[in-house]
């Protein structure tokens, strides 16, 4: 009961929250509701029985990419978007049937989708999530997505900074 | 009474404990830290209101509470009355996760409903299983109240505090949480009640002294993540004004100073929990749980009003650092340092297993 209350407003808040961050036109309050998103998801994770992955959520989502977005928009001193919506009006039209046709994609797969009742006996434990990163089976693949990130942290330096 | 409603009951007594507490001990280090720096530059610091001062803190209250509430014209109003809730808010939410003392006995007074009588108190608002990783997360949302303070000013100096301190909180984030990975390592648990139990027994056991460059890392970093001197870089008044709250006055600003003394007693205290042996003396034939566990909450509070001390020490001691000094510092010091010492841990320990 507790469960489904907590989901409820805690899903709606996520659903308002990510309709302002392209809805309204100030960056800096888009940036701010998509704080809020995150959050909210992380509250769903929690809910789920994934404290683990709810505040790693935080941390690396809302904690550390966002303060980086929130950087550059506040330096670069972003101004509030012209009213002008842009666009001709055939891409506008081509855009609003575009719109639908992926809206009613969307309902066909929710519609069809055979939801489970809930999730039975599902414990994402820090120690859980550990073992199944480091077990065989995504040991290389995690090694390899860190490999990644790391070539792609020493990358960004090397294009920003030219003559180090 | 149904027991559900018994641990409502019992939680909401320690959430109304802690946050009424910290308010308390917020209101008094404000004294304290005054009259503590006044002595060391050989002066004598507020003693007028009350004897020695003691009632300078409601004064200070009454003062900020009757000023005028001032909203500069070019700010964002609904982000500028935002920015101190969300700051205060992240502060007292993530001390929940503090242990205060080991368990606390109630005494068994004839005036208490039968069911409070001997029951056992956890001194710790939520034990949860990722532990210390939800204080990351909060500290990390922390640093929206100062940026949101910072650009909803519309002031230049302002922003640039706001920036300043995004900035510094997150490089120092890094060496923090890198700090905490050796302790960790250690006590293989993210629980706080663990790490502390793990500190058991006489006063060489605890992880200051087992993990000591991790420690030292810790007090630094978490000397910047308070924003105090000397990394009080978002508030350098010589350059900036004030920082991020230059434009806010009245309760709004006291909101602000509130979030980053809470800020620094959740420092001090977990500093206390992870490295100086939580609520244990530290002489095992001391009992901690003796007298109802009050011994162990008050072996607790010294060793935090020790480490509060050390910030006002430090304060009446060091200047500031330049920006430049600080990024320099916490990159190409405290992260390396950490990371290594990450990895002589872990070898340890891998020898030793």
Known sequence: MIEQILFYTLAALALVAAIVVIAQRSPIYSAFALIVVLCSLSGIFAILGSPFIAVIQIVVYAGAVMVLFLFVLMLLNVQKEADDPGGSKPLRTAAAALAAAFAVQVGLVVARARFASGPEQYEASTRKVAELLFSPTFLYVFEATSILILAALVGSIVLAKRDL | ?353
């Open chain 2, 1 to 353: 009474m149904s027991p559900l409603i018994q641990e409502l009951i019992e939680k909401a007594l320690v959430v109304g404990i802690v946050t009424h507490g910290l308010l308390i001990v917020f209101s008094f280090c404000t004294l304290i830290e005054r009259r503590v720096l006044a002595f060391m530059q050989f002066r004598l610091g507020p003693n007028r209101t009350g004897p020695q001062g003691i009632l300078q803190p409601f004064a200070d209250g009454i003062k900020l509470f009757f000023k005028e509430e001032f909203i500069p014209a070019g700010a964002n109003k609904p982000l500028f009355v935002l920015a101190p809730a969300v700051a205060v808010a992240t502060a007292f939410m993530s001390t929940a996760i503090v242990t205060y003392g080991g368990a606390l006995t109630v005494p068994a007074f004839g005036f208490l409903p039968e069911w409070l009588q001997g029951r056992v108190i956890e001194l710790q608002i939520a034990d949860l299983e990722v532990g210390i990783l939800y204080l990351f997360a909060l500290s990390s949302l922390g640093v929206y109240g100062i940026v949101m303070a910072g650009w909803a000013s519309n002031n230049k100096y302002a922003l640039l505090g706001g920036l300043r301190s995004s900035a510094q909180m997150f490089s120092y984030e890094l060496a923090l949480g890198l700090s905490w990975v050796p302790v960790i390592l250690v006590t293989s648990s993210f629980r706080l009640p663990d790490i502390v139990a793990g500190q058991a027994g006489w006063f060489w056991n605890w992880n200051c002294f087992v993990v000591f460059p991790a420690f030292l890392v810790y007090v630094v970093a978490g000397t910047a993540e308070a924003n105090r001197t000397p990394f009080d870089l978002p508030e350098a008044e010589t350059e900036l004004v004030a920082g991020f709250h230059t434009e806010y006055s009245s309760m709004k600003f006291a909101l602000l100073q509130m979030a980053e003394y809470v800020n620094m007693i959740t420092i001090s205290a977990l500093g206390v929990n992870m490295f100086l042996g939580g609520w244990n003396t530290g002489l095992p034939f001391l009992p901690p749980t003796a007298a109802y566990g009050l011994v162990g909450f008050f072996t607790f509070a010294a060793k935090v009003a020790g480490f509060l001390f050390f910030f006002f020490w430090l304060r009446g001691t060091l200047p500031r650092f330049r920006y430049d000094q600080l990024m320099h510092f916490g990159w190409k010091v405290l992260v390396p340092v950490a990371a290594v010492f990450i990895l002589v841990t872990a070898g340890v320990l891998a020898a030793l297993a």
